[in-house]
T-cell receptor, first 111, second 115 residues
Framework: DAKTTQPPSMDCAEGRAANLPCNHS???????VYWYRQIHSQGPQYIIH???NNETNEMASLIITEDRKSSTLILPHATLRDTAVYYC????????????FGTGTRLQVTL | NAGVTQTPKFRVLKTGQSMTLLCAQD?????MYWYRQDPGMGLRLIHY???????AKGEVPDGYNVSRLKKQNFLLGLESAAPSQTSVYFC??????????????FGDGTRLSIL
């Protein structure tokens, strides 16, 4: 599975959009991009995933570049409850669908 | 709407003691996983299972054993606990096959301290 690179930390004002970048330049054609977050010490929470098209759900939007070498997770109106560590993970659909977690981006939402 | 349930939530052991962590899922998922998370680090895969009666090693399997006797349950055992196994343990489950691109669902974790 391809490796990812994320900034270690970011700040965002409450009510503004939070844009979290992720580089995955070695991604393969059958690998998906997944985003999870971990609030405090809770279990990782799934946010969104995509293959090559942009995706949107009730939590966030995922923008994947045309060459698929990078992506951006967008939280449209960040709240204090969105303060968490966000993980960008690239994963194929092999026999064992293992997730490889890096150190993620710590997003701090402030008033 | 339970999802993935881990038991117990907290436990303190003495070095050399044994214990079993239980993970149960009610989503009829084929795949199940055990991860550990140490302070300031991402999750690391210990063992996983692709179906009832099957298990496989992840990236940090030493000191742990697992069993998947029933599809909905995945047990993680520590035969002789060591302080280095102090960690937060997370269980996860997911579909396979045509649905294998679907996300893994995680439990709330078991916080284990070895003295």
């Amino acid at each position: 599975d391809a490796k990812t690179t994320q900034p270690p930390s970011m700040d965002c004002a409450e009510g503004r959009a939070a844009n979290l970048p992720c580089n995955h330049s070695t991604i393969s054609g059958n690998e998906y991009v997944y985003w999870y977050r971990q609030i405090h010490s809770q279990g990782p929470q799934y946010i969104i995933h995509g293959l090559k098209n942009n995706e949107t759900n009730e939590m966030a939007s995922l923008i994947i570049t045309e060459d698929r070498k990078s992506s951006t997770l967008i939280l449209p109106h960040a709240t204090l409850r969105d303060t968490a560590v966000y993980y960008c993970i690239v994963k194929g659909t092999g026999t064992a669908s293992k997730l490889t977690f890096g150190t993620g981006t710590r997003l701090q939402v402030t008033l | 709407n339970a999802g993935v349930t881990q038991t117990p939530k907290f436990r303190v052991l003495k070095t050399g003691q044994s214990m079993t962590l239980l993970c149960a899922q009610d989503m009829n998922h084929e795949y199940m996983y055990w991860y550990r998370q140490d302070p300031g680090m991402g999750l690391r895969l210990i063992h996983y299972s692709v179906g009832e009666g099957t298990t496989a090693k992840g990236e940090v399997p030493d000191g742990y054993n697992v069993s998947r006797l029933k599809k909905q349950n995945f047990l993680l055992g520590l035969e002789s606990a060591a302080p280095s196994q102090t960690s937060v343990y997370f269980c996860a489950s997911s579909y396979w096959g045509q649905l294998s691109n679907q996300p893994q669902h995680f439990g709330d974790g078991t916080r284990l301290s070895i003295l």
